[in-house]
T-cell receptor, first 113, second 116 residues
Framework: DTAVSQTPKYLVTQMGNDKSIKCEQNLGHDTMYWYKQDSKKFLKIMFSYNNKELIINETVPNRFSPKSPDKAHLNLHINSLELGDSAVYFC????????????FGAGTRLSVL | AQKVTQAQTEISVVEKEDVTLDCVYETRDTTYYLFWYKQPPSGELVFLIRRNSFDEQNEISGRYSWNFQKSTSSFNFTITASQVVDSAVYFCALSGGSYNTDKLIFGTGTRLQVFP
């Protein structure tokens, strides 16, 4: 079983649409994250949740809204998609908040046309 | 502010050569953690190592070794006898400090190409 799984792996959509990316971890971890990797491979954190509570919210447009129905899931919803949102989005999880090893999913490549 | 610099954008070697990937970090914190992750062509991010700021012992894992030197704020990664399967983008990352200890600050990555 994949420890951190994201769906879909690829997402192609038109500008202005709303889309969601789902993430699930089966490691029993308390903390989950979303990172964005741009076209130059630069990775930057967007959000982190610990036991369904928002811990980190970097400077991300309001069009991005994370939702954590339970501690094993952290979904990312994006409204009114823009060309600049095209990137690879990675979900990760760690045992607890604090300095722990973060285990990453395989990534979701989002292409906005 | 925290920052990670990987000055080598791309490195090409021939199989069986040894290669060192450099990582220099900046932080004002006394407690912090350093990480290396591998991103193979398939795209996933694979954890390789975590090192805390109080442990400067070098680490070896098979063909991989890491050299942590606080005096030069460096955490370099050496692959001995490189193989084609080592071809990937390697990221160094930093975490820690008074706030947002969850946050990994990544370097820009070094693309390693190992040719047969």
């Amino acid at each position: 079983d994949t420890a951190v799984s994201q769906t879909p792996k690829y997402l192609v959509t038109q500008m202005g649409n709303d889309k969601s990316i789902k993430c699930e971890q089966n490691l029993g971890h308390d903390t989950m994250y979303w990172y964005k990797q741009d076209s130059k491979k630069f990775l930057k954190i967007m959000f982190s949740y610990n036991n369904k509570e928002l811990i980190i919210n970097e400077t991300v447009p309001n069009r991005f809204s994370p939702k954590s129905p339970d501690k094993a899931h952290l979904n990312l919803h994006i409204n009114s998609l823009e060309l600049g949102d095209s990137a690879v989005y990675f979900c990760a999880s760690s045992q607890t908040s604090g300095i722990n090893i973060q285990y990453f999913g395989a990534g979701t490549r989002l292409s906005v046309l | 502010a925290q920052k990670v610099t990987q000055a080598q954008t791309e490195i090409s070697v021939v199989e069986k050569e040894d290669v060192t990937l450099d990582c220099v970090y900046e932080t004002r914190d006394t407690t912090y953690y350093l990480f290396w992750y591998k991103q193979p062509p398939s795209g996933e991010l694979v954890f390789l190592i975590r090192r805390n700021s109080f442990d400067e012992q070098n680490e070896i894992s098979g063909r991989y070794s890491w050299n942590f030197q606080k005096s030069t704020s460096s955490f370099n990664f050496t692959i001995t006898a490189s193989q084609v399967v080592d071809s990937a983008v390697y990221f160094c990352a930093l975490s820690g400090g008074s706030y947002n200890t969850d946050k990994l600050i990544f370097g820009t990555g070094t693309r390693l190409q190992v040719f047969p």
